[in-house]
């Protein structure tokens, strides 16, 4: 079992820049974001393996940093240029197996918000 704990979401206005993180009880290779609103599908936002090899969703490249702390168990997002419609959950995730793909998490954290103010 891996526990996640995000942090860091909260409310900004559009072009800001929101940093969010992901404490982890444990190492875990493959680490990553994903975002959900309410009625609408999960949404893949960026992943990122213990060799640092990173994929990002199309709507995120150049705005979105997705980065790792191996000695701290955390993971970290840096989001820039906000958009309104950025603003929804956001949900940690994780999984010990290799290599990384979108679909293999097995671990998620509860999510946290992120609201971005035109």
């Known amino acids: 079992q891996v526990q996640l704990v995000e942090s860091g979401g909260g409310s900004v206005q559009a072009g800001g820049s929101v940093r969010l993180s992901c404490a982890a009880s444990?190492?875990?290779?493959?680490m990553g974001w994903f975002r959900r609103t309410p009625g609408k599908e999960r949404e893949r936002v960026a992943t990122?393996?213990?060799?640092?090899?990173?994929n990002y969703a199309n709507f995120v490249k150049g705005r979105f940093t997705i980065s790792r702390d191996n000695a701290k168990n955390t993971l970290y997002l840096q989001m820039n240029s906000l958009k309104p419609e950025d603003t929804t959950m956001y949900y940690c995730?994780?999984?010990?197996?290799?290599?990384?793909?979108?679909?293999?998490?097995?671990?998620w954290g509860q999510g946290t918000q992120v609201t971005v103010s035109s």
């Open positions: 995730a994780a999984d010990p197996r290799s290599p990384c793909t979108w679909s293999m998490f097995q671990y």
């Open positions: 444990r190492w875990t290779y493959c």
């Open positions: 990122i393996g213990n060799n640092g090899n990173t």
